[in-house]
């Protein structure tokens, strides 16, 4: 089992619609849960940042992380064709050497 | 402020060939990640350096890859000789910190072996 699960797409949906992204993982030891959005082409961005479980929200966007059952979401409301990206999952333990470890990404397409 | 450079944006060689890629992180961030990205997946750790001292280098194929990070800024990382399945994209990173987890990424080197 890979320590971080990604749905895997690629996802369509119409302009305006509530779009829902998720991951699963198997590490407990994750404290740090990240969405980065990836661009054709360049360098993936950072998009949400949320320590431990909780909710975070940023404009259209909500990050949902549920430690107990190792869930973390991604919800876009009204997206927009600029959404249009790869959205990718990232995880970190605590501690001084920690790293991040990716999900595979999902591609998502929002049709104007 | 200026992002993370990296070049060249493209290479295309043979296999069994050598390659090697630049990055200049962001100025003042103490930290810098090299990722390999193969196409469909999600980036994967190559080397983490806190300064010029590596911090994390577990899945460097260190039979043939190879980086250094002179002075604390710029870094390198080296290929030799080159396979089929090296065909990536890498990806430079920087942070201020080791616990800070907001990453620049560059926008990559699109690595094709033939």
């Known amino acids: 089992q890979k320590e971080v699960e990604q749905d895997p797409g690629p996802l369509s949906v119409p302009e305006g619609a509530i779009v829902s992204l998720n991951c699963t993982y198997s590490?407990?030891?994750?404290?740090?849960f990240m969405w980065y959005r990836q661009y054709s082409r360049k360098g993936p961005e950072l998009l949400m940042y949320?320590?431990?479980?909780g909710n975070k929200e940023d404009g259209r966007f909500t990050a949902q992380v549920d430690k107990s059952s190792k869930y973390i979401s991604l919800f876009i409301r009204d997206s927009q064709p600029s959404d249009s990206a790869t959205y990718l999952c990232?995880?970190?333990?605590?501690?001084?050497?920690?790293?991040?470890?990716f999900g595979k990404g999902i591609t998502l397409s929002v049709r104007p | 402020e200026a992002g993370v450079a990296q070049s060249p944006r493209y290479k295309i060689i043979e296999k069994r060939q050598s390659v090697a890629f630049w990055c200049n992180p962001i100025?003042?961030?103490?930290?810098l990640y090299w990722y390999q990205q193969i196409l469909g997946q999600g980036p994967k750790l190559l080397i983490q350096?806190?300064?010029?001292?590596?911090?994390?280098d577990s899945q460097l194929p260190k039979d043939r890859f190879s980086a250094e990070r002179l002075k604390g800024v710029d870094s390198t990382l080296k290929i030799q000789p080159a396979k089929l399945e090296d065909s990536a994209v890498y990806l430079c990173?920087?942070?201020?910190?080791?616990?800070?987890?907001?990453?620049?990424f560059g926008s990559g080197t699109r690595l094709t072996v033939v």
């Open positions: 990173a920087s942070s201020q910190g080791v616990l800070n987890y907001g990453y620049t």
């Open positions: 590490n407990s030891a994750f404290q740090y």
């Open positions: 949320t320590y431990s479980s």
């Open positions: 990232a995880m970190a333990e605590a501690g001084a050497n920690s790293k991040l470890t």
């Open positions: 100025s003042g961030h103490a930290t």
């Open positions: 350096f806190q300064n010029n001292g590596v911090v994390d």
